[in-house]
């Protein structure tokens, strides 16, 4: 096992700054997510990671070893690209042993490595067929078993799963889990997927306009986001907000409740909450609204569980709850978190 270290990277296309001044360090062993839109940096880093990107200034470490100067090859790494990279030409059993016949390695510890890696993958039936011949879930276990037979340190994802259906990409991201726990390899994976990013990642980094906006555990970020794009970025529903005594105050949609379903002697703050809309989701229902004396004209999205029971009429306005530490505040000029004050005019 390795670490992964970035120092204070940056990388300047002409007069655009692609990702600027980044500190990150990975633990042994860890799956770690960056996290952010189309845009933010997140695939440069990754490519600076793996030597195929030199980044303008800053250092890499892999395995505690600055490897700047080093060609990809050298690094111990493997990556896994997000439309695969496979051999058109060559069968499944060729494409995942031509890193070690690029390596020269000897052809029965060839044979015995991808003998390994298609079983681990699933993928024995799959060896001497052709990429075309595959589908989309079977090309991602081909790549990935391509990059293990290699016995990386460090394994770099970048969207591997993203030219799945959504069905697929579930029982992919557990396959993709459970084989990164198996393996204990460190794992860098990029992806502007948040389910994907709350789900796989042991850590995730949010980045934006270059820089990480906040690292921390998936829940972590979730319930305590350092800013208004980490809160407005996670979630759906995003976190919703409104102002309220020069702060934005913010909340997540299955924060706000009907009073009744609260106990007693829970610290709450109350809103009058008019539904305009309810769409029955099955396990959810999605009610579209607005808080009626705090901020009318915002659309707020309430997450209501359909196993509480409360009868509403698009039109009519209902007494909501949330609990206080479930309010959010942020600086409205910087975006940044401030501390909790008392909430004013609230019904």
Known sequence: MATVETKNIRKVFQEHTAVDGVDLQTREGEFLVLLGPSGCGKTTLLRMIAGLERQTSGD?????????????????????????????????????????????????????????????????????????????????????????????????????????????????????????????????????????????GDRIAVMSAGKVRQLGRPQEVYDDPADTFVAGFLGSPPMQFFENDGALVGFRAENLLPKAVYSSNEPLVSFWYRVTRVEDLGADRLLYGSLRDLAPDTKMIVNLPSTIHVPLTPGEAYEFACKVNDLKFFDPKTGLRIPSRPLRGKA
């Open 60 to 200: 890499i470490l892999i395995g505690g070893r600055v490897v700047n100067e080093m060609p990809p090859r050298e690094r111990k790494i493997a990556m896994v690209f997000q439309s695969y990279a496979l051999y058109p030409h060559m069968t499944v059993a060729k494409n995942i042993a031509f890193p070690l016949k690029a390596q020269g390695a000897e052809p029965k510890t060839i044979d015995a490595r991808v003998k390994t890696a298609a079983s681990m993958f699933g993928i024995e039936r799959l060896l001497q067929r052709k990429p075309r011949q595959l589908s989309g879930g079977e090309r991602q276990r081909v790549a990935l078993a391509r990059a293990m037979v290699r016995e990386p340190d460090v394994f770099l994802l970048d969207e591997p799963l993203s030219n799945l259906d959504a069905k697929l990409r579930h029982m992919a991201r557990d396959e993709l889990q459970q084989f990164q726990r198996r393996l204990k390899t460190t794992t860098v994976y990029v992806t502007h997927d948040q389910v994907e990013a709350m789900g796989l």
